[in-house]
């Protein structure tokens, strides 16, 4: 008999744990699928083993498990119960996409789309190839859209009533800058300009920082033009209704020989005649270290001290890659016309010239992504989204199991070991830590869980 290499009998071995791992929560999928709630639970809780220790109720960690239990209960519309069971998945694991997306869904069920919003912010720590972190995304476009609005609609109807005293100490907003450059070609810089100052500004917890979304939706609202922003007296009503006190406005200009100038304002929306100026100038290769030098300056001026790992984040440099930038800010000027076919376009040209631009890899979702999570139905969310998440694993589960693809290279080989080793069995008793007992000290994670499920709603 023909001896078999070690190399099939590998493949053969991690073929057979991909089917394991696939089949490991089928069965409460399928139960899930066909809305037999109860049934689904009690596939999840085999996974779990529930089980007494000193007369409390333990469970075994499983995230995919407990996290199916959240989802349960989110179609069961029973949102306070799987806002607590997805908060605890996400807040011991911050990079698990699919438990912060239902978190979202759970919170927007609650009614509390700020909190919601808050979750879906939290898409930088999910990892980059998970399936969900692009749903987060365009989430989160969505519903600060819609909370935008509504927040304009309400500014607008109070504003004789609104007080610059009522705003934080140090809020901010960013206007796009002005071009003063005789070649028109320059002219989409002054929204990218805007949006690098505002990331940057937005990771600093002392300052609360106005969105350029939100800038842009209050023009539209009241019929504003990008000249009438630098008008010493409209100015300060903008700063009032985007619920700012200070205003930072600049311009800049880009000379045939490539030489750039870089000036900033900066000043109190009740006091614009005393702005404090703030200018640079160098090769147009150093634009991105003028900005960074900008936000120092700027952080400076609200006497904000930066400790080192604060300071580490915020001088990272997004691109060093000037066409790619340009595509990126020409991408941000269709985004905001509400192109978004033509804003992608700009974002791969973007991508092609730096693969590494992270901001634009964020905005580039997938149409079918941003269709669904596009839509006020939350149960039409959640199935346009699973639907493309079950695609996109089947196809992924497809290229895990080619030979060619998964055993070429020994790194290859143990990514995919590590990757399913803890996914086709369930170790024995004596080698899992209890949820409960290891990871919380207050009320057990699935309260109702462990007792007999609740009857499913009505619908």
Not at 54 to 63: A, P, T
Not at 102 to 126: F, P, W
Not at 138 to 159: F, P
Request: aromatic content about 10%; overall charge neutral.
């Amino acid at each position: 008999m023909k001896r078999i290499q070690p190399i099939f009998l590998l493949f053969i071995l991690l073929l057979l744990n991909i089917k394991c791992s696939t089949n490991r929560y089928g069965a409460a999928e399928d139960f899930l699928k066909q809305k037999e709630y109860n049934q689904a639970i009690r596939a999840y809780l085999q996974l779990l083993q529930p089980h007494m220790r000193g007369n409390k109720r333990y469970i075994y960690y499983d995230k995919e498990a407990v996290t199916g239990v959240g989802v349960v209960y989110w179609h069961m519309q029973n949102y306070r119960v799987s806002t607590k069971i997805l908060h605890t998945i996400w807040q011991k694991d911050p990079t698990y996409g699919k438990a912060l997306f239902y978190l979202g869904l759970s919170l927007e069920g609650l009614g509390r789309e700020d909190q919601a919003i808050k979750a879906y912010k939290k898409y930088t720590s999910v990892l980059k190839d998970d399936l969900y972190r692009e749903a987060l995304i365009g989430r989160l476009d969505w519903l600060a859209r819609k909370q935008i609005v509504r927040e304009i609609q309400q500014a607008l109807k109070n504003e004789s009533k609104l007080e610059i005293s009522d705003f934080p100490e140090r809020s901010v907003t960013v206007l796009s800058f002005l071009s003063l450059s005789e070649d028109s070609q320059w002219e989409p810089l002054r929204k990218g300009l805007a949006e690098m100052i505002i990331t940057d500004l937005a990771q600093i917890e002392e300052l609360t920082v106005v969105e350029r979304i939100r800038l842009n939706m209050l023009m539209d609202e009241i019929h504003l033009t990008s000249t009438s922003l630098i008008d010493e007296k409209t100015a300060p009503r903008i700063g009032k209704l985007l619920g700012a006190r200070y205003m930072i406005k600049g311009s800049y200009m880009v000379t045939p020989d490539l030489k750039m100038t870089l000036d900033a304002n900066i000043f109190k929306i009740d006091e614009i005649f005393a702005p404090n100026n703030m200018n640079f100038e160098g090769n147009l290769s150093r634009l991105f270290k003028m900005e960074k030098e900008l936000v120092l300056r700027i952080l400076d001026y609200f006497r904000i001290s930066l400790n080192p790992a604060d300071r580490k984040r915020i001088l990272i440099i997004p691109t060093e890659n000037m066409l790619a930038f340009m595509n990126y800010c020409w991408g941000l000027d269709a985004e905001d016309k509400g192109n978004y076919k033509k804003a992608k376009e700009n974002y791969e040209r973007a991508l092609k010239y730096d693969p590494n631009f992270q901001i634009v890899k964020d905005k580039l979702i997938s149409e079918e992504v941003w269709d669904a999570t596009h839509n006020q139905n939350l149960i039409r969310v959640d199935q346009l989204v699973s639907n493309y998440v079950e695609e996109k694993e089947k196809w992924s589960n497809k290229m895990e199991a080619r030979p060619e693809e998964a055993f070429f290279t020994t790194r290859n080989r143990l990514q995919r070991m590590g990757t399913f080793q803890n996914m086709g069995f369930i170790p024995g008793n004596d080698t899992r830590e209890s949820f409960l007992e290891a990871y919380t000290n207050d009320a057990p994670v699935l309260p109702e869980v462990l007792d007999e499920p609740p009857a499913p709603p009505s619908r």
